[in-house]
């Protein structure tokens, strides 16, 4: 067991963890953040994804000793100050990018990080990022169309309807 | 103008906003003061004997609470299955026993043989590395038709041999079908397989179990589409406990597809070993451990035959189809390949004779149930196969072939023992045409070639049935339950109501669309209605979510439940406004006499139920409570038509999807955007099924497909975006909502619309002698079908086994 303390949400957390505590079981176990989920066991569906030091990270990928002192933000750390849905999250629900809502945190994680690494993705560069997260639910269709709406864009014509 | 309240809205999701900020409580985000862990040491071979379990060296290591073997159930039931079949030769079918855990023999890759119960996750685990178990391995039987053989090592010794039963479809017909297929005009056959999948819920199943020593009381929180047959299963039959002392919960559930109806030997396990430890035992699957112990879908091998006579009217249908149960029965295994798939058999066609024939088979391998659609996509899928290559066989455009032999006249009976109440069939035929462009379609043939590419349009029709019952019916169908729905709508006395529901959400959206029925109703904001769903302590009893029945069923509950709000709370109002309780009329939260302007708030007569003050005491209770249950009358039916475009790289067999676009009648719609979001989701489960998705085993009984870097999940690369319509509406005739349900029908109408597809295109790029390819259809499978592979790669001959080993 070691002392591990890292800033996630903007506050400081310390506890306990094993040496192979993944990062994910940290947030989930130790820190009650249990927002971030588990769909996998390959690091394949992205439903762990949370950001540390600024970069996507599928937390069960991560072991928590080497989130030491890293600013981690997880789906709880997301909403606006008042606690309105941000600019993202509300896409998603006006857009009904979600079903079960079970790969939702990180599909939003990853969708944030898209954006401020390409403020106006096309419909394809938006598919090609989201590889690393599965939905079963929505045949990404509306994800697509929540994030496309997120970054001011419009839907193709095809899928207007 | 699109509406913004009530039936028909596209009301924004209530749910989305705790599942958007990490505020959603699925089980494994439960956690119990004192709760223990539990790892299952699992069979890592396919068929053995257990020789010996030697625990004593786990036992020992650090935060072992108890280690489990199959002995420490001996005394308890085995996990139930809930449906009985009926052979051809009148007997019932073979029903094996289905242990806890494993006793004797293992009988697949993934059969629990030892479950160890630590202070942490990572001590069981580490304890159950330290178990020496001791297998003699015995060959496996994995290939369908090769389990059926004389020699076949048997999957249970107790049983007569691999069969579980030999069904016949309507068994009356079958000479007449056999004659008509022998005089036939033109004969088109068929084999095929419909691939083994695993459904894949983004949540893994979990398991809680509790029991209080006080009262005795047990707690289960599990991930289940029905906590309400998870309670009466285990209870009535695995464990002894009568239902008022368990009480299931299902909190948010992330997504089911069927997977989580069934009852686990998992969720029974924690139950049991809530009170043997004295502690609060808990089980969260991997997704490793998920793909060797969910329940499978699919998995059958069809032959059909379809007759024409010369003008091209479909005269007889006959299948021989072997489906494949697994190493046990899950809970409704039976029911799928019968009644779920032999009742379908007509699809959209007035095809005068059908028989089917569906031997249903035990295997060394994981079980399988209803995924998705369960049998329906399955009849779908031989259906439009056999009829695109009739098509082709006799050169008529498939649109025209289809037309012709549509059902135009409802209600309908069909030769396999339904009748659809409504349907149809050219509207969606012809708004699809529309939709998806078909005009367009050559245009664009031309530009994928000038790059190279074939372009191919597959287009299908469907039918599906919802809802199945009546109970009395499906009980004569050998169910071992009834398939009612049940709310309880409990009006407060401020006019808020809260309706318990025993249908379940795991994705589908009823907090949202179940208020605004009752929005619609009473005239009231949707805000004013709270959906309460997953507990069997607050709920009444209920059947669940599963075979797109939440609204047609559990829906048509609510609404008889309010209307008997409505109907006392009239009483009332005539009380107060001292009116004939005849004249009164209920319009927007407002009950008013007719023909005068004297009017109460629904408020006004909400508060009088609980404050009897000014009250007609001595005809009506005070409170405003209703419970109903509901049993249909019939299914409903679903139908549509689906198109796809394809275009497939001829130096790699690369397929990608174009274009998607479906045409469905979903009858009334009370959320146009969630209706929309379900087909879009079953569309893309299709497309994975067609492309990507393959549940592998090999000869030895290995799944070789147990993670997501074997098992191809569609990605948002994999799908494009899909035009869906739903203006086509012809009601259900016998439910109050008009409903029909949409749960299913992107997942049972799409694969064959896909395989059509690349038929189409291969052919277009001079390949006419690919009749057909075994999904899913990889670039290897299409690539080598292009070089001229075996026939058994493009015919479908050969068995299960065989034909799911990749290539």
């Known amino acids: 067991m070691a002392m591990i303390s890292m800033t996630v949400n903007g506050k400081t957390h310390s506890a306990e963890a094993e040496g192979r505590t993944l990062l994910v079981e940290f947030l989930r176990e ?132 | 103008m699109p509406k913004d309240g009530g039936i028909g809205a596209s009301s924004k999701r209530r749910e989305d906003v705790r599942f958007l ?78 242990p806890v855990l494993a006793h004797g023999k293992v009988r697949h890759v993934g059969d629990p043989i030892c479950a160890v119960v630590a202070e942490t996750l990572g001590q069981a685990r580490d304890a159950a590395e330290a178990i020496m178990v001791e297998i003699d391995e015995l060959p496996a039987v994995i290939d369908m038709k090769k389990a059926l053989s004389g020699d076949a090592p048997k999957v249970h010794d107790d049983l007569e041999n691999n069969l579980c039963y030999d069904w016949g479809f309507v068994e009356e017909n079958r000479e007449a079908v056999d004659k008509a297929i022998s005089e036939a005009a033109h004969v088109t056959t068929l084999e095929l397989v419909n691939n083994r999948l695993v459904a894949n819920p983004m949540e893994p199943r979990v398991a809680v179990g509790d029991w209080a020593k006080s009262t005795g009381d047990y707690t289960l929180y599990t991930t289940s589409q029905n906590p309400h047959v998870i309670r009466l299963l285990m209870g009535a039959f695995v464990l002894g406990i009568p239902e008022h002392k368990l009480r299931v919960v299902a909190p948010d559930v992330g997504g089911g597809f069927g997977t989580k109806i069934f009852h686990y030997a998992e969720e029974a396990f924690c139950t049991f070993a809530a009170k043997a430890c004295r502690r609060p035992v808990k089980w969260t699957s991997t997704r490793s451990e998920a793909f060797m112990s969910d329940a499978h879908g699919r998995d059958h091998v069809t032959k059909i035959e379809l007759a024409l006579d010369a003008e091209n009217n479909f005269t007889a249908l006959r299948t021989l189809t072997h489906a494949n149960m697994g190493a046990y029965l899950s809970t409704f295994a039976p029911s799928v390949p019968t009644w779920l798939h032999g009742t379908l058999m007509a699809g959209n066609y007035k095809t005068p004779l059908i028989y089917v024939n569906v031997k249903a088979v035990f295997t060394n391998t994981v079980p399988v149930d209803a995924y998705r659609g369960a049998g329906r996509p399955e009849a779908t899928y031989q259906l439009e196969r056999v009829i695109d290559k009739a098509a082709r066989e006799l050169g008529v455009d498939p649109v025209t072939l289809r037309r012709q032999n549509f059902i135009t006249e409802f209600p309908y009976a069909t030769p396999v023992a339904v009748e659809y109440d409504t349907g149809d069939y050219n509207a ?73 529901t025993g249908s379940h959400s795991h994705g589908q959206g009823h907090e949202t669309s179940f208020p605004q029925v009752i929005s619609e109703m009473i005239g009231i904001p949707e805000d004013m209605v709270e959906i309460v769903h997953g507990d069997t302590a607050t709920a009444p009893m209920g059947m669940g979510t599963y075979g797109s029945r939440s609204l047609a069923v ?194 049972i109408a799409s694969p064959p619309t896909v395989v059509n597809a690349v038929i189409d295109a291969l052919h277009r790029g001079g390949h006419t ?28 001959h050969g068995s299960a086994g065989a034909r799911q080993l990749g290539a």
């Open chain 2, 554 to 747: 559990g829906g048509s509950a609510m609404v008889r439940a309010t209307e008997k709000i409505i109907n006392k709370a009239k009483k009332i109002a005539a009380h107060l406004m001292e009116a004939s309780e005849e004249d009164i009329e209920l319009k927007d939260g407002q009950f008013s006499v007719a023909g005068t302007d004297k009017s109460v708030a629904w408020g006004d007569v909400t508060l009088a139920a609980y404050v009897p003050h000014n009250y007609p005491l001595e005809d009506i209770e005070p409170g405003l409570e209703e419970t109903a249950f509901y049993d249909p009358a019939n299914f409903t039916y679903p139908s549509g038509a689906y198109a796809c475009e394809v275009e497939l790289d001829p130096e790699t067999g690369v397929v990608t999807i174009e274009r998607f676009a479906a045409a469905d009648d979903f009858g009334n719609v009370v959320n146009p955007m969630i209706v929309e979001g379900q087909v879009h989701g079953g569309i893309a489960q299709g497309i994975g099924q067609a492309l990507l998705e393959n549940c592998a085993y090999d000869e030895n009984g290995q799944l070789v497909s147990a993670t997501y870097m074997d098992y191809a999940m569609p990605r948002a690369d994999n799908v494009p975006f899909m035009t869906v319509d739903h203006s086509c509406q012809t009601p259900c005739t016998h439910n109050p909502l008009g409903v029909k349900g949409c749960g299913e029908a992107g997942a």
């Open chain 2, 21 to 98: 900020t990490g505020d959603g409580r699925y089980t494994d985000d439960i956690n119990l003061a004192g709760q223990a862990h539990v790892h299952f040491l699992r069979s890592d071979v396919a068929h053995g004997r257990i020789t010996s379990i030697d625990t004593s060296e786990a036992e020992a290591m650090p935060g072992v609470v108890r280690i489990f073997t199959g002995a420490d159930f001996e005394a308890i039931g085995g996990i139930p299955c809930g449906w009985q079949i009926t052979s051809r030769d009148g007997n019932v079918m073979q029903e094996p026993k289905h």
């Open chain 1, 30 to 161: 130790k820190l009650h953040l249990t927002g971030t989920h588990v769909g996998c066991d390959t690091s394949q569906c992205g439903a762990c994804t949370v950001h540390v030091n600024g970069q996507n990270v599928k937390a069960c990928t991560m072991f928590a000793a080497e989130a030491d002192g890293a600013e981690v933000t997880t789906i709880e750390g997301m909403a606006n100050g008042d606690g309105s849905l941000n600019v993202m999250q509300q896409a998603f629900q006006d857009h009904h990018g979600l079903q079960c809502g079970f790969c939702t945190p990180g599909m939003v994680m990853s969708a944030t990080k898209l954006l401020e690494e390409n403020p106006k993705p096309s419909e394809q560069e938006i598919r090609d990022y989201l590889q690393g997260n599965i939905c079963r639910c929505t045949g990404y269709h509306n994800i697509i169309k929540a994030i496309l709406a997120a970054s001011g864009q419009d839907m193709p014509a095809v899928a207007a309807e």
């Open chain 2, 769 to 796: 002698g690919i009749a057909h390819i075994d999904m899913p259809l990889t670039p290897q499978r299409v690539w080598a079908a292009m070089q001229g592979g075996s026939p058994e790669q493009g015919e479908g």
């Open chain 2, 428 to 500: 969606t035929m012809d708004k699809l045409e529309e939709i998806g462009d078909f005009a367009g379609f050559e245009g664009r043939a031309e530009e994928s070639k000038r790059r190279g590419k074939l372009r191919g349009l597959g287009i299908n029709s469907y039918i599906e049935a919802c809802g199945i019952a009546p109970s009395n019916l499906v009980g004569q169908l050998g169910a071992r339950a009834g398939l009612y729905e049940s709310a309880t709508v409990r009006v407060n006395a401020t006019g808020g109501l809260v309706v318990m």
